[in-house]
């Protein structure tokens, strides 16, 4: 299957500070990603679609001057969780949609955010 | 009614065991499904795409009945290492859209 890498893979900031994370996709070009977010025990929750050379689309409930995207090409998406709180603190995960049907999505190995 | 329903699970089996999960869909347009796994603390791995003719990779046989909106998989001569949530997803829509996720079936495999 399609490889994606997502760094860092684990980060501690303190409140108020930003972070920012990279989603790559490394043998294919996407011109979506998508990310997630996902809590203990819960499901994934689609934050955000993001497309190449064009602003991403919000999920409902999800603040965009918050989670800043960006996907300036096609192999690069990155995710800036702006003045982070301690309720931030999840798993981010992003996905990569292959650009032919049936459209499959690869995931990263996300990144653990924790805000002290 | 939620968009994917799965079975809630959990599953407990022995190993060698052949155990089914089972799916169901709300949106008749749906395009595409899938089945995914994911162990604790990690992302999503991609286990199979499902058409409609039915496909089989090793020991695993994923089915889709788009008349009844129900997708299966079947996994034959259960292994530990098969211990793991499983996620039926749907993709609404023929492009690089939105997927919607059920909300897995936890699976564990005793020795």
């Known amino acids: 299957g399609a490889v994606v890498s997502q760094h860092p893979s684990w980060v501690i900031c303190k409140s108020g500070t930003s972070v920012k994370i990279e989603c790559r996709s490394l043998?294919?070009?996407?011109?979506?990603m998508f990310w997630y977010r996902q809590f203990p025990k819960q499901s994934l929750m689609l934050m955000a679609t993001?497309?190449?050379?064009?602003?991403?689309?919000?999920e409902q409930g999800v603040e965009k001057d918050k989670f800043l995207i960006n996907h300036a090409s096609l192999t690069l998406s990155t995710l800036t969780v702006t003045s982070a709180h301690p309720e931030d603190s999840s798993f981010y995960i992003c996905?990569?949609?292959?650009?032919?049907?049936?459209?499959?999505?690869?995931f990263g190995p996300g990144t653990r955010l924790t805000v002290t | 009614r939620k968009e994917v329903e799965q079975d809630p699970g959990p599953f407990n089996v022995p190993e060698g065991a052949t155990v089914a999960f089972n799916c169901t869909y709300s949106?008749?347009?749906?395009?595409?499904f899938f089945w995914y796994r994911q162990d604790c603390r990690k992302e999503p791995k991609l286990l199979m795409s499902?058409?409609?003719s039915g496909n089989e990779d090793g020991r695993f046989t994923a089915q889709l009945n788009r008349a009844s909106q129900y997708i299966s998989l079947l996994i034959r001569d259960s292994k530990l290492s098969d211990s793991a949530t499983y996620l039926c997803?749907?993709?609404?829509?023929?492009?690089?859209?939105?997927?919607?996720f059920g909300s897995g079936t936890r699976l564990s495999i005793r020795p």
């Open positions: 996905s990569a949609s292959t650009p032919r049907g049936p459209y499959e999505q690869y």
């Open positions: 043998d294919f070009q996407a011109t979506t």
């Open positions: 993001s497309n190449e050379g064009s602003k991403a689309t919000y």
């Open positions: 949106n008749s347009a749906s395009q595409s």
């Open positions: 499902v058409y409609s």
């Open positions: 997803v749907v993709a609404p829509y023929s492009s690089a859209s939105k997927i919607i």
